[in-house]
């Protein structure tokens, strides 16, 4: 069955793709360590109350998270065939967060229905093909731009979730926003866990050895385990106090078994948000979560379909419609079972990077996920700083595309630049990519040149407009 020329290598293009089924197989399990801190991380940025104090609930957001991606994810393999990864997005979930708590009179169900909402309207554009023709619009010298950027936020991901660099507090006196280590110091096993992870897994990168990424985060684990149980680090925080040495998020540890709680799903409320905020607020939050997952899914799977070696000479991934309806079916299945918005995650590079080519991969990443959802020992025995050296590897190879870019044509050049940067210096893709269309209508049309420029991309770069100016907007109509 595991064969070439078998019927599974013919489904998935394994051997076509220039893969084999080990190769998938490392893939799977690399990008799932890559981002299985989400299923710990998701609970956390969902914890708060709402305004009737009610709360989502720890293990139920924790168990849900890992049923979706899972199933999700499963889904991506197995019909639109490419090593894509989905779970909640850390952007729309921390956009939900934030809205609950500051929105008297708004619930968690009220919210989640509007992100059920935003899916449902993204499946339609999917359908009537209006996301796919927004794609291709896309000048080429942009789309290389996005997996820069992608490479670039990739990277810095990682470097900050093993706390290699660290927020600098926004205070008076304070000349950068970030710096190295703690106070401008490396301090802590946890950093050395991942300089060690890194220099590992460079040195098998450069001599190309099979399993180079998986062997770097496995044996960083392995470490990072030895160290926990013999000195007791700790994580950074644990709820009260704040250790600057400790682990970013996760202490490597063994958890049993529980059953999960699924008592989230179908708890969304569509249409609350339209009765407690009326129709213009809830209008406009549900246009926010939109353009979110309508841009950032665009601009990752480019990036990583790009990686992959699977986007053709004209740049347009197979299956791309296929890619689209999940994306959009993971905002509608997330805020139905109240974890928010599920969405491709940039971590699915760490497989890639593995040399998964095929939707193989994201099975078994979906299968991990599932098994997470009963079983967790694998979520809270991998720390961010074990995988993290993955992520900064896998960044380098994005952003080695950046030469394909025509550095003389400044119509291009200055809205590619506008992207990669904006990407990991806002922390989203979105912003990077507004910023990219935007510049590119307008250079365009001073260069006197605006035929060149695709109807669809002076729609984007307008709605991107209404995007960067929500703020003022619902200050405006006094939405908080």
Known sequence: MLKQGSALDRYFKISERGSNFSREIRGGFAT?????????????????????????????????????????TILMGAWAKHPFALATGLGVNA????????NPGLTWPDMMGLVVLSGVTMLILVLTGFR?????????????AIVVGIGLFIALIGLVNAGFVRRIPDVAGTTVPVG??????????????????????IALVVRKVKGAIL?????????????????????SFDGKTFNPQGWSLVAPKFTEWAAPDLSLIGKANPFGAFEHLGF??????????????????????VGLATEAGTIDKDGNIPNVDRVLQIDALGAIVGGGASVSSNQIYVESGAGIGEGARTGLASIVTGLL????????????????EAVAPALVVVGFMMVSQVGKIDWQDWGIAIPAFLTFTLMPFTYSIANGLGAGFISFVLIRLVQGRAREVHPLMWAVAAAFLLFFGIGPIEAALGIH
């Open 95 to 102: 956009f939900v967060a934030v809205t609950v708590a500051t």
């Open 32 to 72: 799932f360590f890559a981002m299985s801190y989400i299923v710990v991380l998701n609970p956390l940025i969902l914890s708060g109350p709402d305004s009737s104090g009610g709360t989502l609930g720890f293990p139920a957001v924790a168990a849900v998270t890992a049923l979706v991606a899972g199933i999700l």
């Open 132 to 144: 796919t023709a927004v794609f291709r619009a896309v000048p080429e010298g942009l789309k290389t």
């Open 280 to 301: 213009v607020a809830a209008t406009l939050l549900a246009f926010v979560i939109l353009l979110s997952i309508f841009f950032d899914a665009m601009g990752t799977m």
């Open 369 to 384: 996920f599932l098994v997470a959802m009963f079983f967790t020992p694998l979520i809270n025995l991998v720390p961010f």
């Open 180 to 201: 190295l280590g703690f106070d401008g110091k490396l301090l802590g096993w946890p950093t050395l866990v991942f300089v060690i992870g890194l220099v590992l897994t």
């Open 215 to 235: 062997i770097g985060i496995i044996s960083s684990t392995i470490l990072s385990v030895i160290l926990e149980f013999t000195l007791h680090i700790g994580p």
